[in-house]
Each structure stands twice: as C-alpha cells, then as structure tokens.
C-alpha cells in the first residue's frame, strides 16, 4: 500500500470515529437542521432577532441614566423607557413595598382621552402641556407583573427637557387616573431643570404624568390638598361669605348716607334729645325718623342673616360637590 491510500484510511477511519463519538442528540440537531423548511429557518430567525431587541430593550429600559434626574436615582426598580423627559426617579412614601414599574413616554396620541383631561386642566390656569410619560404600578413576582396600587404614593422627579425649559414660568405635575380622574401636584424643586411632587396615594394602577408650565404665581393649590380637608374648605367658604356681606353692607351704608346727606347727624341729634327727655316737635319728629331707621336696620340685618345662612348652605353644598368630583 502506497502512502497516499494509507492518508486516505486514515481520514476516513478519523470522520467515522468523530461520528461514533458524537452524543445521539448532536446527530439528531444535525438530522433536524438538514430537514427544516425555509419557514421554519426564516420563523427560527426572527425569533431570535425579537429575543434580541427585547434583551436590549430591557438593559436600555434598566440603564441608570433613564432612572436618575439631577444625579439623584429612582428609589422603586423597573423598566424606565422615557426618552423624552431628562430621566424619571420615584421615591415611595413606605420604603420596602417591592413595588415595580414600567415608565413609558406618551402623548396624544397614544394617550388621547388623558391628555385631553390634563390640557384641559391646564388651561384654568393658563399653563401649557409639556412632555407625558405613563406609569404602570405593580409587583414584579417570578418574571410575572402584577398591577397594584401599592407604593404608589411618594415622591416623583421628572428632568424637564431643555425644550420645554422657560425662565420665570412656574411648574406642576397633573396625575390623570383611570376613567378621567385628576389631581394637580405643585413643584416642590429648586433646581430649574427638574419638577419634583410629592403625589398620594394613586386611584388606579396606571398613571399619566403630565408637566405642565405655566405663568409665574398662576400654578393652583393642588387639588389632592383640597379634596382632603372639606372642613378647611367650609371654613373658608364661610370667612369669604361674611367678607362679602360686609363689604355688601358697607356699600349699603355708603349708598344710605349719600342720599340722605346727614344720617349721621340725625343720629347724634336724636340721641342727644332722647338723653335730655325734650319734648318738642322736631326732637319726635327726628326720634320717629331714627325709630324707622332703626327698624329698617334691623329688617336689614334679619335678611343679611338669612342671606348668610342660605350663602353658607349653598357654599356647603358647592364644596361638598367639588370633594366628590375630586373623589371621583
């Protein structure tokens, strides 16, 4: 045997001891790759690119810098995809809850109806929408998410992009729930690229942040401070209303004395002759005048009276109305 036929034994002995070696399952992948169709290759690779993407997603969606604004780093773990604010950073009120998010931008398009109920909001109070992000609350157990509304209430940091950044102006965060519910959260930040809120606790699972600016001195007492004390809110219905009779009487009172020329006079007068028990015709005369001034007077005060009592009623009932539509 030449040495050429031996080489060749030899690589072929070699391929036939490498198959015999190999594990069954290795021979079987092989037998199955040889079979797929160009369906299953072209299925096969697209999952593999969609695994892909979202492994991406979720290291870009877990990357500091979308969970940190003005270095100061989200509190509550979670998949933060806003891009179009600097940064979102939350801070539970109840540390410990294991609470879990998802922070994802929007607007509206995406979130038509809410961004309809923050822009319209807004508007009382001459401020503008600026950039949205939505925010699903929940629990993250086994790689399954849960909704939930614990851990909802605290602090939330959202880095205003430079676009929407205007000296001078004031701004504020309106939450809208779910089924159109509101509430509006002042700036509680120095720092002028950033709007920080301390929110409460959430009435739905999802959240739409929006920031909005608005005029310097324009931004409202938030409404979660209103709808949480009814009693402060009669109180000052009340000391409005009685501001207003007062004000009411003192025109009244203007109003008397500059068609009478003298009231004042006649008072003094006839305060003076009654001391003295004067008897004459013009000191009965003036004590009549004053007699009647005083009746009117006092008819006057019963309906002020009235008047305040029904005004405090209807203010009750206004204020009562205005912590059930913030309820809702």
């Not at 009411?248 to 500059?258: E, F, G, I, L, M």
């Not at 000191?283 to 001034?293: D, E, G, L, R, Y």
């Not at 009750?316 to 539509?325: F, G, R």
């Amino acid at each position: 045997m030449d040495f050429k036929k031996l080489l060749k034994y030899v690589f072929v002995a070699g391929l036939m001891g490498a198959i015999i070696a190999a594990p069954a399952t290795e021979a079987i992948a092989a037998v199955s790759a040889e079979e797929k169709t160009d369906e299953e290759r072209a299925e096969e690779a697209r999952q593999k690119k969609v695994q892909a993407e979202v492994e991406n997603m979720i290291k870009e969606a877990t990357a500091p810098v979308n969970k940190t604004v003005a270095g100061v780093k989200s509190a509550v773990d979670g998949y933060y995809f806003a891009k179009k604010v600097q940064g979102v950073a939350l801070t539970p009120s109840v540390p410990g809850t294991g609470s879990f998010v998802k922070v994802a931008d929007t607007d509206a398009t995406k979130s038509t109806a809410a961004v309809a109920v923050a822009s319209n909001v807004a508007s009382s109070f001459s401020g503008t929408v600026g950039p949205c992000i939505n925010v699903y609350y929940g629990k993250m157990t086994g790689g399954k998410f849960t909704s939930s509304t614990e851990g909802t209430a605290g602090t939330i940091s959202i880095g205003i992009p430079a676009s929407f950044q205007t000296a001078g102006m004031d701004y504020s965060i309106v939450a809208v729930y779910a089924g159109g519910a509101y509430k509006i959260f002042n700036n509680i930040s120095t720092n002028a690229s950033v709007v920080t809120a301390n929110v409460d606790q959430a009435t739905s699972s999802n959240v739409m942040y929006a920031v909005v600016k608005s005029p310097a001195g324009t931004a409202p007492v938030p409404v979660a401070d209103e709808a949480s004390d009814n009693t402060a809110n009669n109180k000052t219905d009340r000391t409005a209303n009685n501001a207003s009779d007062k004000d009411k009487k003192k025109s009244d009172s203007a109003s008397a004395s500059a068609s009478t020329g003298a009231s004042d006079k006649v008072s003094e007068k006839a305060s003076d002759s009654a001391s003295t028990d004067a008897s004459s015709d013009t000191v009965s005369k003036t004590s009549n005048k004053t007699s009647n001034k005083t009746s009117d007077t006092a008819s006057d005060s019963a309906s002020t009276g009235a008047s305040d009592k029904t005004s405090n009623k209807t203010s009750e009932k206004a204020s009562d109305s205005a912590s059930t539509e913030s309820s809702r």
